[in-house]
């Protein structure tokens, strides 16, 4: 993982407003690579959609990390968490992308939330917190029925610890119940899928520009 050095948060210069918009994806399947993962692939689309409105995009596999758990920025030890969180911060946009296991997002999600939990308690010289001004987005796969609940789960968590969120802010897929067809075994993108990816691209792409020239106030 590439370290980062950026400012967590500051009001934006001239040059900062014409930069490209940055991404970062973090994907929470539960199988390290190089196993294939359609939560993986779902969050490229969506970083390749976002490339389309001038978005540059990472993609990081959490299970391919030592991700401590707890509710700090740094949990010491070969922590893997402070270089992804970098990575977080020097981005525009958050795409958090899950399976659904028993109807819940990954543990590693629900990892992911609680580390950005920490963020609560960072905050810049105007009192907000680091994450302002950020938006993020999800990405839910599964061959049972729970893409809304699940969703709705990683919204609430990502708001509450700052990151906005724009209309349609989720692209998922769920196969027929007690089946095994994957996403990534499809022969290729059902076109509801592709629209609701494109959908969330726009508006999402919309909206970190928009809160990027004209910042949150403290």
């Known amino acids: 993982m590439a370290s980062y050095d950026h400012p967590p948060h500051q009001d934006p210069t001239p040059d900062d407003r014409t930069a490209p918009l940055r991404a970062v994806a973090l994907v929470c399947t539960l199988s390290p690579s190089p196993a294939p993962s359609s939560s993986q692939l779902l969050a490229q689309q969506v970083l390749d959609e976002l490339a389309g409105h001038g978005v540059t995009g990472t993609l990081v596999?959490?299970?391919?990390?030592d991700v401590r758990s707890g509710v700090a920025t740094d949990?010491?030890?070969g922590d893997a968490w402070p270089d992804i969180r970098a990575a977080v911060l020097a981005a525009?946009?958050?795409v958090l992308s899950t399976p659904i296991w028993l109807?819940?997002?990954?543990?590693?999600?629900?990892?992911?939330?609680?580390?950005?939990n920490a963020e609560?308690?960072?905050?810049?010289?105007?009192?907000?917190m680091t994450t302002y001004g950020?938006?993020?987005a999800v990405c839910v796969v599964g061959n049972e029925d729970g893409a809304h609940k699940v969703s709705a789960d990683l919204f609430q968590g990502l708001n509450d610890v700052g990151f906005s969120l724009a209309p349609n802010a989720v692209t998922y897929w769920v196969g027929e119940a007690m089946q095994s067809t994957d996403y990534q075994d499809l022969d290729g993108t059902p076109e509801k899928t592709k629209a609701t990816t494109a959908a969330l691209a726009t508006h999402t792409?919309?909206?970190?520009?928009?809160?990027?020239?004209?910042?949150?106030?403290s």
């Open 61 to 65: 596999r959490i299970a391919d990390h």
């Open 75 to 77: 949990m010491g030890d």
């Open 92 to 94: 525009d946009i958050l």
């Open 103 to 116: 109807g819940h997002p990954s543990s590693i999600a629900q990892r992911v939330l609680e580390r950005l």
């Open 120 to 128: 609560q308690s960072e905050t810049d010289e105007q009192g907000r």
């Open 134 to 136: 950020k938006v993020a």
């Open 205 to 217: 792409a919309h909206l970190a520009r928009l809160l990027r020239d004209a910042p949150y106030a």
